[in-house]
């Protein structure tokens, strides 16, 4: 029997192999030979040098014959080999005296005379992961990331001062800055996808967005779960997670819907932080390629843009009675991880690397908005999500991030 | 309780950070490096000869007719080959004997000119002369499928510095590929004697959008630069220079450290100017004469700049009448910190 079952499992396989080696070795299916697909992935500026990265990812080995810079040829060193297999990447050293703020395009050509070509805006001294560079880049982090969650945060006084029923429009105004947190992390994620042809980077971005929705739904409503379980053994369905204060008695309602609200600003903190690691990503990388000329206006934008996250993350407290610490914990949860992306963009920028990253951002807060919901639900004890306040907060929220956007 | 998501969110992006530096790790271990280059390095394996294109003159198989005219009889067979027309750089060339620039044919005004042409490629194909010719003879009708043959059959006149190319439609897309070559018509009072090459200045479209990737004198760009032509001191030259760059409109040509007497179209024994630089459109063509006064290495090459970085220059090497080169470092020398 097990022999048998073991057999049939493999058959499918086996057969699909045979198939394989026959369409691999059969000439009718000879149509040509598979157009070279070469994607430059970065390129760096270092003093007198110009190096760049690239990888093959077309379905044949290619030679790279040539490099040129703004078209004209130029002698390059290529590190390991010039000749590229599939999916493998090289480096090209190119000796130039390049000048600083100058638009550059940098291409190579195929041993079939293609030509594969990367804009770079301005050329600006690639960063060197020194400790000065380091300090500078978490400057930056601090700035854009850090200081403005912490701004926000202290919206949360008055917050508290105002009329309880204000308090689901706040968090329904959170629903829609988290919203369009995640269309523009979804967005960046397409526009990189664009700029340097992840493989398969449209199919990737849903893909590892619903697996960090999914994922997170279900370890969050664990955590829930395990937390509850002490004080109330009526919980079976998940779903019931973030109504449980509607069927616990009534001594557990405050208690319960503290701890489900501080939950629930961790995770707005979670979903943020991820988003802030993609926005410092994308500061880091343009920084590092000179894609765009620091100003002072943009670090400006960003700041205003982010206060807006401490509101976020703060809204669901309101009625809660957390501790300053966790304060504290939220703010860094949030802000930190700027500073890391910024490091990663700048000294790492590796495009797949930041489209990942923005995908799980997006996933992660769109898990967020969908236990907003939940906590709304809960705390309003009525079914009426959509209610017109509700809607028009989300609206407000996503039309505060549109136009504190248009700074950057 | 809220840190649990914290670190499964983390995990995730270590995880896939991890993933993305070890594929990337490739390059990082290894020290071996290539050097690509397409003004150092040499094209190998390759069936275009610059230096034998230069000076090569192909008469025909001579023979007299009755009436004493000299019969001059030319073979051009049409292949597809792919020709490797910078170092590492593969072209699927369309060519009249193999090679580009089709070969240099010469007769004498009043010759009788036969081309027996054979489409040995994959497209129509024919030859169109410049000069003076019957309609039929114009190698516009008929388009000569893969596989067929035609014979064309004309008095060379007048003298001058023609040339032929495929004329069947897209034109652009038959030059490109590299259907053209040179017909000389030398005057029946020969010109003065001298060191006499043949100059093609042509371009190759490798990607096909139209905008070219090389610019060469003779079918391989940088080629005089790493070979520089030897010329002896005070010894006359005599360039057939013949303009056939596609999508470009104009060409031009300018010598180092001497001028030269300019034919146009070489149509006449009284030069048209004393200059260096000529500017010539798509299928223009001159004759170029001069001499030099001093040894040493002399540049000559396209003065739209993107033409010469792309390809289009190279060097007069002028020595001492008797010996040869005195001076024999100096290309390499040159050649070895230009660029930037």
């Not at chain 1, 209610?387 to 136009?403: D, E, Q, R």
Request: aromatic share 10%.
């Amino acid at each position: 029997m097990r022999i048998t079952m073991v057999i049939l499992t493999v058959m499918p396989i086996l057969l699909l192999g045979g198939i394989i080696y026959y369409i691999a070795y059969t000439p009718i299916f000879d149509y040509g030979e598979p157009l070279p697909r070469i994607v430059i992935e970065r390129v760096e500026f270092k003093p007198e040098v110009i190096v760049m990265h690239i990888r093959n990812i077309g379905q044949d080995t290619v030679t790279i014959a040539q490099a040129d810079i703004d078209d004209a040829p130029i002698d390059a060193i290529i590190k390991p080999t010039n000749v590229l297999t599939r999916l493998s990447s090289a480096q090209l050293v190119i000796n130039y005296r390049w000048i600083e703020g100058r638009p550059y395009e940098i291409g190579i050509t195929t041993s079939d005379g293609t030509r594969f070509a990367s804009s770079v805006e301005a050329a600006t001294l690639a960063p060197e992961p020194d400790t000065e560079q380091l300090l500078y880049f978490a400057l930056l982090g601090i700035y854009v990331g850090v200081i403005p969650v912490a701004l926000g945060l202290l919206w949360f006084p008055s917050m508290q001062r105002v009329r309880e029923h204000w308090n689901e429009f706040f968090l329904s105004i959170t629903a829609g800055l988290l919203v369009f947190l995640a269309i523009d992390a979804i967005v960046e994620a397409f526009e990189i996808v664009d700029r340097f042809v992840v493989m398969n980077g449209k199919v990737l971005i849903p893909m590892i967005m619903v697996s960090a929705f999914l994922f997170l739904l279900l370890t969050v409503n664990k955590a829930s779960d395990s937390s509850h379980n002490n004080r109330s053994s009526t919980l079976k369905h998940p779903d019931d997670v973030m109504t449980n204060t509607n069927i616990n008695n009534s001594d557990d309602v405050t208690t319960d819907g503290s701890s489900n609200a501080l939950h629930i600003a961790y995770m707005i903190a979670v979903g943020i932080g991820l988003h802030n690691l993609g926005e410092g990503l994308a500061i880091g990388a343009a920084l590092a390629v000179g894609a765009i000329a620091l100003s002072k206006f943009l670090i400006i934008g960003f700041t205003i843009h982010n206060t807006t996250e401490g509101f976020a993350i703060a809204s669901p407290l309101v009625r809660s009675k957390a501790k300053i610490t966790h304060f504290a914990m939220l703010g860094m949860i949030a802000g930190i991880p700027t500073i890391v992306g910024t490091w990663i963009g700048g000294f790492v920028n590796i495009p797949i690397v930041s489209v990942a990253l923005l995908a799980v951002g997006a996933g992660a807060i769109l898990q967020v908005v969908y236990a907003i919901f939940g906590l709304m639900r809960s705390s309003s004890r009525s079914i009426a999500i959509l209610s017109k306040h509700n809607i028009a907060g989300l609206v407000i929220g996503m039309l505060i991030m549109y136009l504190t956007a248009l700074l950057v | 309780m809220s840190i649990k998501p914290t670190m499964v969110v983390l995990l995730l992006a270590i995880v896939i950070l991890t993933g993305i530096f070890v594929t990337n790790a490739d390059y990082n271990t290894s020290n071996r490096e290539v050097h690509i280059s397409s003004m150092h390095n040499n094209v190998e394996r390759s069936s275009i000869d610059p230096d034998k294109f230069l000076t090569n003159f192909d008469y025909g198989r001579v023979s007299v007719l009755d009436d004493g005219t000299i019969l001059r009889e030319f073979t051009i067979t049409v292949e597809d080959v792919r020709l490797e027309i910078a170092p590492n750089i593969y072209f699927d060339a369309w060519t009249y004997n193999g090679s580009i620039p089709g070969p240099t044919l010469r007769a004498t005004e009043g010759d009788r000119v036969r081309v027996t042409f054979i489409n040995n490629g994959s497209h129509p194909h024919t030859i169109h002369f410049h000069g003076k010719h019957p309609a039929n003879m114009d190698g516009v009708f008929p388009m000569i499928p893969p596989g067929g043959r035609f014979v064309y059959e004309f008095t060379a006149e007048p003298y001058g510095l023609h040339l032929y190319h495929c004329h069947v439609s897209p034109v652009a897309e038959h030059i490109n590929r590299g259907l053209y070559g040179v017909f000389i018509v030398d005057p029946k009072i020969p010109r003065e004697q001298a060191k006499e090459m043949v100059m093609v200045l042509n371009s190759y479209d490798t990607d096909f959008d139209r905008e070219n990737n090389f610019y060469t004198v003779n079918g391989i760009p940088f080629y005089y630069l790493k070979n520089p032509i030897e010329v002896k001191r005070s010894e006359l030259v005599r360039i057939y220079l013949v303009n056939m760059t596609e999508f470009d409109p104009i060409n031009n040509f300018h010598l180092h450290g001497d001028l030269f007497k300019l034919y146009r179209t070489g149509t006449s024994h009284v030069p048209d100017e004393f200059t260096d630089m000529v500017t010539l459109s798509q299928g223009e063509r001159a004759i170029l004469e001069f001499r030099y006064d001093y040894p040493g290495l002399y540049m000559f090459h396209a003065h739209v700049i993107e033409f010469s970085d792309k390809g289009w220059m190279g060097f007069f090497k002028v020595v001492e009448d008797g010996y040869g080169s005195d001076d024999s470092n100096d290309a390499r020398a040159i050649n070895s910190d230009d660029g930037n």
